[in-house]
């Protein structure tokens, strides 16, 4: 399950808004020292995904990953995204 707060739906629908209609996908990236961190990304579903809309905007996350790290919370300041 994602869920955003109303900050976050507010500022990812006025970020997509000059941008192609592609989904939102959350996903898993690896940084230094091997730390691991939730992003987002305007991409293309795939076969594997869970889809979910929240407010008009899609979005997508692997299956097998949404197991491992439901819920996903999207919260925003208003500069940026935090997802946990």
Do not use: N, W
């Not at 507010?10 to 959350?26: F, G, S, T, W």
């Not at 869970?50 to 996903?72: A, Q, T």
């Amino acid at each position: 399950m994602i869920e955003l707060t109303p900050a976050a739906t507010e500022a990812m629908k006025d970020y997509l808004k000059d941008k192609d209609r592609l989904p939102v996908r959350v996903f898993l990236k690896v940084g230094g020292c091997g730390s691991h961190s939730l992003g987002v990304v305007q991409e293309a579903a795939r076969p594997a995904d869970k889809r979910s809309e929240v407010d008009g905007v899609e979005y997508i996350i692997e299956r097998r990953l949404l197991k491992l790290y439901s819920p996903i919370k999207i919260s925003s300041d208003g500069f940026t995204f935090r997802i946990s």
